[in-house]
């Protein structure tokens, strides 16, 4: 069956990055698309971007642009996405999920929270 | 960018009873419309996508429906399962995707 499991909570300083991680299984890894999406606390859902294992190729959702950068590992079947320059208004839990148009499988989410 | 409204904000429901929840599109999103059902600290679900599929394993009492910029999902006889939070979601602006703001069913 299709997993997304995904690294654990992350605190982190205003200012600093943080890499989380989603490691697929159950399915071909290059021939679907990863999305990312977050979700603030209390809040709704927020499409981030979107990369294609195939190729590497990337879409950001303006607001990120320059401050995200996803990338995958097909050796391992990994993707990855790394947000920079933290702000308190980047705590929310973190999605990967399987594809985007539509999304269908979602990994269980990972908690960043940033402190100053 | 899309803007997608939905309404109500809040939906209190007997069980057995159903549900209608809307999702409006500031422009034409075709059939491109995803509905999703999140329950606290869990992930998304995928419940219908093409606007009106339903997903792999999703129920029959789950139907979506709609074109263009209206959408509707209807929920027929809630069971205690499904109270939750759904979302809708415009795939078809790529790579501009949004998502509503959501709508809560909880028990009345």
């Known amino acids: 069956q299709v997993q997304l499991v995904q690294s654990g909570a992350e605190v982190k300083k205003s200012g600093a990055s943080v890499k989380v991680s989603c490691k697929a299984s159950g399915y071909t890894f290059y021939s679907n698309g990863i999305t990312w999406v977050r979700q603030a606390p209390g809040q709704g859902l927020e499409w981030m971007g979107w990369?294609?294992?195939?190729?590497?190729?990337?879409n950001y959702a303006q607001k990120f642009q320059g401050r995200v950068t996803m990338t995958t590992d097909t050796s391992t079947n990994t993707a990855y996405m790394e947000l920079r320059s933290l702000r308190s208004d980047d705590t929310a839990v973190y999605f990967c999920?399987?594809?985007?148009?539509?999304?269908?499988?979602w990994g269980q989410g990972t908690l960043v929270t940033v402190s100053s | 960018e899309i803007i997608m409204t939905q309404s109500p904000a809040t939906l209190s429901v007997s069980p057995g009873e159903s549900a209608t929840l809307s999702c409006r599109a500031s422009q034409s999103v075709g059939d491109n419309l995803a509905w999703y059902q999140q329950k606290p600290g869990q992930a998304p679900r995928l419940l219908i996508y093409g606007a009106s599929t339903r997903a792999t394993g999703i129920p029959a009492r789950f139907s979506g429906s709609g074109s263009g910029t209206q959408f509707t999902l209807t929920i027929s006889s809630l069971q205690s399962e499904d109270f939750a939070a759904y979302y809708c979601?415009?795939?078809?602006?790529?790579?501009?995707?949004?998502f509503g703001p959501g709508t809560k069913v909880d028990i009345k």
């Open positions: 990369i294609s294992p195939y190729n590497g190729n990337t």
């Open positions: 979601h415009q795939y078809n602006n790529w790579p501009a995707l949004t």
């Open positions: 999920a399987r594809g985007a148009r539509p999304i269908d499988y």
